[in-house]
């Protein structure tokens, strides 16, 4: 009974034994030559990591097929992109630069915008962007530091400046000397295809660019000069500055059809010899198109008659000048049978408003009513721009009365009570063109008005149906001696002009106070427009 009860205890522990090494998992690693055992608490752990990594499995599994369906969505959207014919596609890119021009500018800060980022979406967009001349057709100098700029621009041009197609030109930085002389080279490289140049003037050494020997400019056509108050014009010990003189430049230009110049500061810079050097150059000025003269500071009456008269064939006309002063006007009538877009604009900033309005009203006569009125073909004008000429009322609907393609205005006007219609009137009869009749005026095409008012009654003339965008606020009164005497808006009038109209106004931008007592007219003017800034 012994034998057999010890046999059933050696039967028991074996059972048990083996019942252990079921449980343990033996791991060999052959590098180590070693065992580790893993108990039931490890192999629960690995059981629950796997379990875990296999769930993080499913949730990849189905962002990437989330992923694949918006991929694919993504290439039916593109897939007309891509079958555009390369022209098309050349157009949308040129529909990316920035709005200031085509432009190579070596900064680094430049580089992620268009067109060199598109040149990084694929391959097939790098190389039609490469072989696009109009891409990279300007050149475009700012905060440029001498050998900086060369570096960069020498590893732009093989790359950005195909051989062929219009090229334009830009320094509007103050050049060094190394820098001046990078811009010759350029100019003298490119002169055969340039057909746009901006220059900030700087010195009379920066100028000897004008007097390039055997400079083929029959593709220039556009010149826009800016003389700035760093201009650092040579001194002659007998007489004092000596000014540049352009002449060699100007007859040059046998092609030029546009003209823009900027005299930042004309007491450093002798703008009316400048402008003497235009008037006298022999060149075809009759052919020039776009005309701008921007001078902050006094231009005579004379110097823009002789302008006019010269430059017979303009379709644009801008002048900005502190004032203009009537000596020497003529009597003769100015032709300008093409002009579409007028502007006349000046700023005034120590002169009180009697002497605002006493000055103007001599340079008025002389441009607009007698002796010389400007012969413009006023149903044909497009832009009207007449700043702060103060114009009587009467005066104004005469010119406007006619002006039946007009598609922007811009105008600053007194008090009705500063002109008198009766003397509008007893000036007809110098001028029979103006008839102002005192009734409704329509502008079937105009689109956009910014006018700066002292009261309502100019509004309270206009028809405008096709009125899009309307910019109102007042005039700047030198007698006000707060903002609180300023003028309420001209709210009611603004509702009635609209209304009389029947337009869709979508951009309304107002300046000034509204009172209290017209708070429910201004909430029935914003249901009339869109967007109200």
């Not at 596609?89 to 268009?114: C, D, Q, W, Y």
């Not at 003209?259 to 022999?282: G, I, Q, T």
């Amino acid at each position: 009974m012994s034998n057999q009860g010890d046999a059933v205890d050696l039967d028991a522990a074996s059972a048990q034994d083996s019942a252990d090494i079921q449980l343990e998992i033996i791991e060999f690693d052959a590098r180590q030559d070693d065992r580790r055992i893993m108990t039931p608490t490890g192999y629960d752990l690995a059981q629950s990591q796997i379990l875990t990594l296999e769930a993080e499995l499913r949730d990849l599994q189905q962002k990437v097929v989330e992923v694949s369906a918006r991929l694919q969505c993504l290439r039916v959207a593109v897939a007309p992109l891509k079958r555009l014919p390369p022209e098309v596609l050349a157009h949308i890119f040129m529909l990316t630069l920035p709005k200031h021009g085509r432009m190579i500018v070596p900064r680094s800060n430049e580089k992620n915008t268009p067109p060199r980022s598109l040149r990084d979406v694929c391959s097939h967009w790098r190389a039609l962007v490469d072989d696009m001349p109009a891409l990279w057709g300007t050149i475009r100098l700012v905060n440029t530091n001498g050998s900086g700029v060369e570096d960069s621009w020498g590893r732009l041009h093989p790359i950005h400046l195909p051989p062929a197609g219009p090229l334009a030109i830009s320094m509007t930085s103050y050049p060094e000397h190394s820098t001046a002389l990078l811009l010759k080279t350029l100019v003298v490289q490119n002169i055969s295809r340039l057909h746009a140049l901006h220059l900030h003037i700087i010195s009379s050494t920066f100028l000897t660019l004008f007097n390039l020997d055997a400079a083929d400019t029959r593709h220039l056509n556009s010149v826009t000069l800016n003389f700035t108050k760093n201009s650092r014009l040579s001194h002659d010990p007998g007489t004092g500055p000596r000014h540049p003189s352009l002449l060699p430049f100007f007859e040059k230009l046998a092609n030029l059809r546009s003209l823009k110049m900027v005299f930042d500061s004309p007491r450093e810079c002798p703008c009316s010899l400048l402008l003497s050097d235009l008037l006298d150059a022999r060149f075809p000025a009759q052919e020039i198109t776009n005309l701008d003269i921007i001078e902050h500071n006094e231009i005579e009456v004379r110097d823009i008659e002789r302008i006019l008269r010269r430059f017979t064939k303009l379709r644009r006309f801008a002048a900005r000048v502190y004032w203009l002063n009537p000596k020497g006007a003529s009597p003769a009538h100015l032709d300008l049978p093409h002009l579409c877009s007028l502007s006349l604009t000046g700023h005034y900033p120590r002169l009180n408003e009697s002497q605002f309005l006493k000055r103007w009203d001599d340079a008025d006569v002389n441009l607009f009513t007698r002796p010389t009125p400007l012969n413009i073909p006023w149903n044909m004008l497009h832009h009207l721009n007449t700043g702060n000429i103060a114009f009587d009322l009467s005066t104004l609907c005469m010119i406007l009365s006619q002006c039946t393609a007009l598609m922007t205005f811009a105008a600053e006007l007194g008090s009705s009570s500063t002109g008198s219609v009766a003397e509008s009137e007893s000036n007809s009869t110098t001028t029979p063109t103006f008839k102002d009749n005192g009734g409704i005026i329509a502008l079937p095409m105009l689109s956009t008005m910014k006018l700066k008012l002292a009261d309502g009654c100019l509004l309270d003339r206009l028809l405008l149906p096709r009125l899009r965008y309307l910019k109102i606020s007042h005039t700047h009164l030198k007698h006000l001696e707060s903002c609180a005497d300023e003028p309420p808006l001209v709210v009611p009038e603004i509702i009635s002009m609209i209304s009389r109209s029947g337009c869709v106004l979508l951009t309304l931008s107002l300046s000034g106070h509204v009172p209290p007592t017209e708070s429910t007219a201004m909430e029935d003017l914003l249901e009339l427009v869109d967007e109200v800034i």
